[in-house]
């Protein structure tokens, strides 16, 4: 019985996808029964379907034509992709530079819900070999770049984090909800991030911030590496170089500091 409801399931989202897709530029709006017609799909299928996309801002209906178009849901979506496809362009190379002339491996991270992904990593040769790789999730509140991307959240993300608990992986790993709170004001101040083996005891890592074109922190590039490479004065010069890189990038996305 589950695999019938699965199998019907995954039907249903097919075919919501196969409306979603029948709309083109030629053809940016479309009837049911056009639909229904085109797609080999059921009429009251077709209805449920659009009456679905509809209430999730992803199809409207056109009140003058009776028919549906494509919504301002595709549209956020749509932006949200490029965005991170011309960040991803964009950082790339700036990233790759950082790797080569520091000899540090260098991420370029989002923040998505509550925990980092890796949008692009590069490794020195010279470089310890890290468990990280592209479209990798990590924790927020032990990694330099989590923790700088929460310093610049919806204090409600912040919150929300703290009351699910701050797992302990070192003896450095911050738990305490008002040592946390004191770290992320201090990373607002100083402008950067340093995460000294909080998450792996003998890795530091050091993060500064990349803002879109409204000025809005939307990714974290870093250094890191083994502790006994990043002393103070090299913590100090990488926070220099990162955040040096980050302006760089901003500016590249249109961001523009007057």
């Known amino acids: 019985m589950e695999q019938l409801e699965s199998k019907k399931l995954l039907s249903s989202v097919n075919n919501s996808m196969r409306v979603l897709r029948a709309f083109t530029m030629d053809q940016p709006q479309k009837g049911v029964r056009e639909l229904a017609k085109e797609l080999g799909i ?16 992803f199809v409207r209906k056109n009140e003058e034509t009776n028919k549906y178009e494509l ?27 950082l790797a080569h002339t520091h000899k540090e491996t260098s991420h370029l991270a989002i923040l ?19 468990r990280s790789h592209s479209g ?41 909800r008002d040592k946390f709170h004191n770290e992320l004001n201090k990373i607002l101040k100083q402008g950067y991030s340093v995460s000294r083996g909080e998450y792996r005891k003998d890795v530091t890592s050091v993060s500064a911030p990349i803002l879109d074109h409204s000025g809005h922190v939307i990714a974290a590039i870093n250094l890191v590496g083994p502790s006994n490479r990043f002393t103070k004065p090299r ?10 890189a980050g302006e760089l990038i901003s500016e590249k996305l249109g961001y523009w500091n007057y």
């Not at 692009?120 to 310890?128: A, F, T």
């Not at 310093?151 to 305490?176: C, F, W």
């Not at 913590?235 to 040096?244: G, K, S």
């Open 136 to 176: 990798l999730h990590n924790h927020t509140h032990c990694t330099s770049s989590g923790k700088l991307l929460l310093a610049h959240s919806d204090p409600y993300l912040v919150d929300t984090i703290l009351r699910n608990g701050l797992v302990k992986y070192t003896s450095t790993t911050i738990t305490e």
């Open 112 to 130: 998505s819900n509550m925990e980092i992904v890796y949008l692009c990593k590069v490794e020195s040769p010279y470089s310890v070999k890290l």
């Open 71 to 97: 919504g301002i849901s595709v549209l956020e979506l749509s932006s949200i992709f490029l965005e991170h496809i011309d960040l991803h362009h964009e950082a790339f190379p700036i990233v790759t530079k």
């Open 42 to 57: 059921g009429k009251s299928s077709v209805q449920r379907i659009l009456t679905t996309l509809a209430a999730n801002g």
């Open 235 to 244: 913590i100090q010069f990488f926070a220099r170089e990162l955040m040096n």
